[in-house]
């Protein structure tokens, strides 16, 4: 049901989180009809751009789980465009990063590279998710092309950014890219 706007924008957030939980569970069909619910929510509301970023950030943090790299990056290439076209430019930071992620994972470096450059581009200096999505993209880049000790530095600068976040889940993933990269 529909209800008061802060009401709702709490029952958004909450179904989000809960999406997330379900995904991590393995439970990948069910998160996936859970954020068509919340999506649904947002389309009748008019907000499509809300729909976009909120559900298909999640959908593809939920594609990632099931290992559908595939799946994940047409979601946020579709995603990026949108945010490119209504100048979201804030929000294109952050999923920049996490389409470089998706790309670094078919081992497409160039191209994972060059999505952190987008990313670095439009976040904000003070815009800690976005660092903690492109900067260890970028350090994972810079080891496959031979560069250790610079892509070091940039693993080890992920970690102390994520590290003044309360994103535990991103605080482990950056551990395990600083992990890889000095591997």
């Not at 802060?6 to 029952?11: N, S």
């Not at 990948?28 to 859970?34: G, I, N, T, V």
């Not at 260890?136 to 560069?147: F, H, I, M, Q």
């Amino acid at each position: 049901p529909l209800v008061a706007g802060g009401e709702l924008r709490h029952d958004l957030e909450v179904r989000r989180a809960v999406e997330e939980l379900v995904a991590q569970r393995g439970e990948f069909d069910y998160a996936r009809d859970l954020i068509a619910s919340a999506r649904s929510t947002y389309e009748d509301l008019g907000q499509r751009t809300s729909a976009a970023v909120y559900c298909d950030v999640v959908l593809s943090e939920v594609e990632l789980l099931a290992d559908d790299v595939i799946a994940a990056e047409r979601i946020l290439r579709a995603l990026c465009a949108e945010l490119e076209r209504t100048h979201a430019y804030s929000h294109l930071a952050s999923r920049a990063g996490d389409l470089a992620e998706t790309l670094y994972r078919q081992s497409r470096t160039d191209e994972a590279e060059e999505w952190t450059r987008i990313a670095e581009r439009h976040a904000a200096p003070d815009d800690l998710d976005a660092q903690i999505l492109w900067l260890p993209v970028r350090a994972k880049t810079a080891a496959r092309g031979g560069e250790l000790q610079h892509a070091e530095l940039l693993a080890r600068e992920a970690v102390v950014v994520a590290e003044s976040t309360d994103a535990l889940n991103r605080r482990a993933k950056v551990q395990c890219d600083l992990h890889e990269v000095m591997l």
